[in-house]
């Protein structure tokens, strides 16, 4: 087990390293850059020559490449152009990542929480109406747009209804302590119990907008892999033994059942990111994902660099973790 | 009394937008404490839905059981889901055809053994665990200790056959059934399984439902043998009797497709014609005339009855007469 995690590790290492050289090549090849997205159309000639120089841009791609990674190596990403200029990509990362982890987080609880109960209940009541519901429910919920469902949420709950703050992620006026960066744990930590509802209350519209996808797809795989758990005969022993439905169900149906959908659940928290983008957007949630979108508008080359390559880190951990946890569930899987 | 009595039982499956479908028309017999009695019948001959109707197993929508199954004198068809959960495991216990596919992959065989002494004996999981080395230990599984902490995929087929035997026995129930406990297996653990139900049954007095295809399975085993085809008993004798004389043509063509050691060599084996219908026409004569070398013009037309003769109970127009040669 432990030389098996070592080597996922030793290729998340490989992975990152081309994951850079391609991301880096690539945002080069964009149109437009930096420069013309700091000095706009109007740039004279002579200052557009000096700012590329500055930035060093002139150079031959090989050359920035391995400059980059000479830094890279040593923990300096470069100086923000454009996200918040003249602040480190380091800095502007640890800033955000709490607020997305926090994000993230609660959407994927949320989505478990739902997800996978109704997934069963469906499956044991399949052609109930909870399960004709749920089944087109969560069609909808997969195909509706998470920046339309976002607005959706914004437009009733926080202008019509007023019952949750629109954006951000905290009310200013708060003057809440820091201590981990992740503002409901703040809150809890020094027992701020007003910054801690606060910074909840500002999380639950983007988390329910960001949980849509991986409820659904949580609930469709749940209740799939249900009906075929039910049909297994190990389910028919369990009855034959007289068990009580309590352990028949968690024991017998829902560990089995666990193991697609544990896979799941890791994919679509990998893929969490590519959905905040866009609910972050729509909130002004201070989180990677705004940073992202702000980072290519502004053609933010060390900020981007950085982020993307740790989404992909943070993607392949997650995934480990999955298949690590495969061994937890499926003894099958332990001894092999 | 008899320890079950299972009588007229039928079971329809239901289904929206299908024809219903006759599983079991009408079976009746009936197992004394003790006593080992044989179901025996090709597949679809309603011999295992007899069985999982008597454990109260088949779904609750979809399949409607009628007629009686006494247990003690009790009628477990009137029980409610959670009173025959009570009984399941401790009166009745029951071991499946496949035993990998039967347990659970992701659980340790110790769990699969204790949960049952768990929940009808009220044993705390330490003393349970004591008495499943027991039981593992009983059914002939060597190392039962360190057996307690494996997966099924770590054992044997036979292993496994043998786990399942001693969870289904762990409660000491009256009544075991097992529905072709050894087809899965090779031809040489199913000998030792058959072996070992024999001895567990004769040692702890239980009842034994054996149901199979394999006549060769009934003829070691059974005091009583129920012939079934199309979901009714076609013919019921003591196993002396069913072997030395079998009176019904399925009976007799069942018995003439078996290869046997005192053959003369070259003699052909005689296969049974054609295979089941799928829906059992019982209403229009008997439901194995077409495929029958006995059959005559009544039995097309007449639906034939369940009659006694000397000790065993037929249902046939036109029995096979002693010392005739049935051709095929």
Avoid at chain 1, 29 to 54: C, N
Avoid at chain 2, 164 to 172: G, H, Q, T, V
């Amino acid at each position: 087990m432990l030389r098996y995690t070592l080597r996922r590790l030793l290729q998340l290492v490989g992975v990152v390293l081309v994951l850079s050289m391609l991301i880096f090549g690539w945002l080069r090849a964009l149109p437009g850059g930096p420069v013309s997205a700091l000095l706009g159309e109007r740039g004279t000639e002579e200052a557009r020559r000096e700012l590329t120089a500055q930035l060093g841009l002139d150079q031959p791609i090989f050359v920035q490449y391995g400059k980059f990674l000479g830094r890279a190596l040593s923990g300096d990403f470069g100086a923000s152009t454009g996200v918040q200029p003249g602040d480190s990509a380091i800095e502007i990362f640890l800033q955000r990542f709490p607020a997305t982890v926090e994000l993230s987080v609660v959407a994927i609880v949320l989505a478990v929480l739902f997800g996978i109960p109704l997934g069963y209940l469906a499956a044991r009541r399949r052609g109930g109406w909870l399960d004709n519901l749920g089944v087109v429910g969560s069609l909808v919920g997969v195909a509706v747009p998470v920046f339309f469902l976002a607005f959706l949420l914004k437009y009733l709950f926080a202008v019509q209804l007023g019952w949750l703050p629109a954006s951000g992620r905290q009310t200013g006026g708060l003057d809440a302590t820091r201590v981990t960066g992740f503002f409901v744990l703040d809150g809890l930590l020094t027992r701020e119990w007003d910054a801690a509802a606060d910074a909840l209350a500002h999380l639950v519209l983007p988390a329910m907008a960001l949980a849509t996808i991986p409820f659904a797809v949580i609930f469709r795989i749940t209740r799939a892999a249900v009906l075929d758990v039910l049909d297994e005969d190990y389910v028919r022993t369990a009855e034959s033994k007289g068990l009580t439905t309590s352990v028949i169900r968690r024991r017998h149906v829902l560990r089995n059942a666990m193991l697609p959908v544990v896979t799941t659940i890791g994919l679509q928290t990998g893929a969490l990111l590519a959905g905040a983008v866009l609910t972050e957007k729509v909130f002004a949630f201070p989180g990677l994902g705004e940073a992202l979108a702000l980072g290519f508008e502004r053609r933010d080359y060390p900020v981007l660099q950085l982020m993307i390559i740790m989404a992909a880190m943070v993607y392949v951990l997650v995934n480990l973790v999955v298949d690590l946890s495969y061994a937890v569930i499926d003894p099958r899987v332990r001894t092999r | 009394m008899a320890l079950l009595d299972v009588s007229d039982l039928s079971v329809v499956f239901q289904r929206r937008g299908e024809p219903p479908f006759t599983a079991v028309d009408g079976v009746s017999f009936s197992v004394e404490p003790g006593q080992t009695v044989g179901l025996v019948g090709e597949s679809g001959c309603g011999k295992s839905v007899t069985s999982l109707a008597i454990m109260g197993l088949l779904p609750r929508r979809g399949a409607v059981v009628t007629g009686s199954v006494r247990f003690e004198g009790a009628e477990l068809l009137s029980l409610s889901a959670r009173q025959m959960r009570d009984r399941r495991g401790r009166d009745l216990g029951m071991v499946f055809q496949d035993p990998l596919s039967s347990l659970n992959p992701v659980i340790a065989i110790g769990l699969q053994v204790t949960e049952v002494l768990e929940r009808h004996r009220g044993m705390p999981r330490r003393q349970a665990m004591v008495e499943a080395a027991d039981l593992l230990d009983k059914v002939g599984i060597p190392d039962p200790r360190r057996r307690l902490d494996e997966y099924p995929h770590q054992l044997s087929g036979g292993m496994r056959q043998r786990a399942l035997i001693a969870m289904a026995l762990a409660c000491r129930p009256r009544l075991l059934i097992a529905d072709e406990p050894t087809t899965a297996l090779d031809v040489t653990i199913q000998a030792q399984i058959l072996a070992l139900l024999a001895e567990l049954v004769r040692d702890t007095g239980t009842a034994l439902i054996m149901i199979t295809h394999d006549l060769g399975v009934v003829a070691g085993l059974c005091d009583e043998v129920n012939v079934l085809y199309g979901g009714r008993v076609v013919e019921r004798a003591r196993r002396h009797e069913l072997f030395r004389r079998p009176r019904h043509p399925y009976t007799h063509g069942l018995l003439a497709s078996i290869p046997r050691l005192d053959a003369p060599r070259g003699e052909r084996l005689v296969p049974i014609r054609g295979s089941v219908a799928d829906n059992i026409p019982w209403d229009h004569g008997c439901a194995f005339a077409p495929r029958c070398p006995n059959a005559l013009g009544t039995c097309v037309e007449v639906t034939p009855q369940m009659d006694e003769e000397d000790g065993r109970l037929l249902r046939c127009h036109n029995p096979v007469q002693e010392n005739q040669e049935v051709p095929a």
